[in-house]
C-alpha cells in the first residue's frame, strides 16, 4: 500500500519549464518501481518516463525524451519530473504512478495520484 501526491503544476508559456514533485507514504519507497502519465483533452492516458526501484535506470517516451527528466530521492520518498521546452501538445493532467517490482516499466501500475494539471500556452 502507497499513498502518492503529485503537486507542481501550473501555466506556463510554450518553451517554459515546470517541475513536478509526487511524494510517496506507505511502504518502503524503494518496494516500487515509479513513473509519470499523462492524459490530454480527448486522449488516452499515456506514458512519460519511469525510474527503476532500485538501480535508477530510467525510461521514456519517444516524445519527451529530449525534454523531460526523471529522478527519485529515495530518502526523501519522492519522484520527480522536471519538464522542460514545453510545447502545447504536452498540456494534460499528469500522474505519478507506483508499480509494486517487476520487470515492467510502461505499464501496469499499482498505484496512482490524483493528478496535477500542467497547461501549455502558446
Known amino acids: 500500500q502507497v499513498e502518492l501526491v503529485e503537486s507542481g503544476g501550473r501555466l506556463v508559456q510554450a518553451g517554459g519549464s515546470v517541475g513536478l514533485s509526487c511524494v510517496a507514504s506507505g511502504r518502503t519507497f524503494t518496494d516500487y518501481h515509479m513513473a509519470w502519465f499523462r492524459q490530454a483533452p480527448g486522449k488516452d492516458r499515456e506514458f512519460v518516463a519511469a525510474i527503476d526501484r532500485i538501480t535508477g535506470s530510467t525510461y521514456y517516451a519517444d516524445s519527451v525524451k529530449a525534454r523531460f527528466t526523471i529522478s527519485r530521492d529515495n530518502a526523501k520518498r519522492t519522484v520527480y519530473l522536471q519538464m522542460n521546452s514545453l510545447k502545447s501538445e504536452d498540456t494534460a493532467v499528469y500522474y505519478c504512478?507506483?508499480?509494486?517490482?517487476?520487470?515492467?516499466?510502461?505499464?501496469?501500475?499499482?498505484?496512482w495520484g490524483q493528478g496535477t494539471q500542467v497547461t501549455v500556452s502558446s
Open positions: 504512478a507506483a508499480r509494486l517490482g517487476g520487470t515492467m516499466y510502461y505499464n501496469k501500475y499499482d498505484y
